[in-house]
């Protein structure tokens, strides 16, 4: 089956530093990935939508320069935290999605982010 | 626009007991539905789907009927199991054979306990 792989699974890190997520396929091209954030015992928020080789579509109220995506190929999207502040420390979920038939929208696991 | 509502929880069983989770939902055309199982400290699993009308979606003993007459969705398990315990989201799409985003509900705790 589909897999994403989401990495770091946990990071810690100080205020004002930023921080790199990545999700990749591993099997199959996704040409779509979804960023969600994940609030304590709360739904998952849509933060943006990219496409490979092309500018992310952020939902409403969600900062693109704080929140930096980048989908340079077919297989590998990153989320880049700038400046992080402890309000930013969340669950943060990639979903990637290849054509919906076939592998419909498959999800990483999900990185806990920290910031002390 | 699109949004789904889930009963809120925690919903707490005994194990073997049965399981609904109601999940209702509101959207225009024809969405997909889904539901999403999430493990402590876990990304989501797709649980099952369904994409059409009157369609049932089921795996592991769970299942769920898309009832568009009531824009329903519900999850039922007939006896659940400890390792049941997990939280439950239901979420639809609003475009099928494209990669749309995903709406989700709040999710909805269930523990099971010996």
């Known amino acids: 089956g589909a897999v994403v792989s989401q990495h770091p699974s946990r990071v810690i890190c100080k205020s004002g530093t930023s921080v790199k997520i990545e999700c990749r396929s591993l099997d199959f091209q996704a040409t779509t990935m979804f960023w969600y954030r994940q609030f304590p015992k709360k739904s998952l928020m849509l933060m943006a939508t990219?496409?490979?080789?092309?500018?992310?579509?952020?939902e409403q109220g969600v900062e693109k320069d704080k929140f930096l995506i980048n989908h340079a190929s077919l297989t590998l999207s990153t989320l880049t935290v700038t400046s992080a502040h402890p309000e930013d420390s969340s669950f943060y979920i990639c979903?990637?999605?290849?054509?919906?038939?076939?592998?419909?929208?498959?999800f990483g696991s999900g990185t806990r982010l920290t910031v002390v | 626009g699109n949004s789904v509502t889930q009963m809120e929880g925690p919903v707490t069983l005994s194990e073997e007991a049965f399981l609904t989770i109601n999940c209702t939902y509101t959207?225009?055309?024809?969405?997909?539905l889904f539901w999403y199982v999430q493990y402590p400290g876990e990304g989501l699993q797709l649980l099952l789907k369904a994409t059409k009308a009157d369609d049932k979606g089921s795996n592991k003993g769970f299942e769920a009927t898309y009832r568009k007459e009531t824009t329903s969705f519900h999850l039922e398990k007939g006896s659940v199991q400890v390792s049941d315990s997990a939280v439950y989201f239901c979420?639809?799409?609003?475009?099928?054979?494209?990669?749309?985003?995903?709406?989700f509900g709040t999710g909805t705790r269930l523990q099971v306990t010996l």
């Open positions: 979420a639809l799409s609003d475009q099928a054979g494209t990669a749309s985003k995903l709406t």
């Open positions: 979903s990637a999605a290849g054509g919906l038939e076939r592998h419909g929208y498959t």
């Open positions: 959207a225009t055309g024809y969405p997909s």
């Open positions: 990219s496409n490979e080789g092309s500018k992310a579509t952020y």
